[in-house]
């Protein structure tokens, strides 16, 4: 049995979970989020918890059960808290603005990246001197927070001689020596 699947999802205070036929929607105080079961995998609400049960011991219905526990408790989760994803410009030069929902960033190319951010997602920029501009991203879904910080990450991805580049805050690179003379 799955060891993630098997796990009951607890249901948030001011959270409503309503589940009919395929679709489980989930309604909190920051938004409201949809997701389509597929599969054969069934999805029960008893008092104030969720539980998943699979039809059989198939591998793709094994890997469908964790799979929509999972995203069942990132939903949850994401109406009551949200999520938030930090992005650090590490590089001479490297700036990040923002003006509503339009990120600006010059990253060392000859021109600036100039990216426009879904509405679903908060933006905010931090630059203070002395220290790497600051990208803070969030929202209630976390699928859209992820897709949003690796699309910005893919524009300048950290190299490993220098550091330079885009990276999350807190990640820890991997750097190499350089040529020994």
């Known amino acids: 049995m799955s060891r993630i699947g098997k796990n009951p999802v607890a249901i948030a205070d001011g959270v409503t979970v309503t589940i009919s036929d395929n679709l489980v929607t989930v309604k909190g105080k920051i938004g409201e989020l949809y997701q389509e079961i597929k599969g054969g995998i069934t999805v029960k609400q008893v008092g104030n918890t969720i539980i998943i049960e699979r039809p059989s011991d198939s591998k793709p219905d094994r890997a469908s059960h964790g799979l929509y526990r999972s995203l069942i408790y990132n939903m949850i989760e994401g109406v009551s808290k949200g999520f938030t994803k930090e992005l650090e410009l590490v590089g001479v030069g490297y700036r990040a603005s923002n003006q509503g929902q339009r990120l600006d ?76 003379a």
């Open 105 to 180: 960033l010059a990253l060392g190319f000859s021109h600036n990246i100039i990216l426009d951010i879904a509405p679903e997602v908060k933006l905010e920029t931090v630059s203070e001197k002395g220290k790497n501009p600051i990208i803070k991203l969030s929202s209630f879904d976390k699928q859209l927070v992820g897709q949003v910080a690796a699309k910005i990450r893919g524009f300048r991805k950290s190299e490993p001689y220098k550091g330079k580049g885009v990276k999350f805050v807190g990640e820890v690179l991997r750097r190499k020596a350089g040529k020994s």
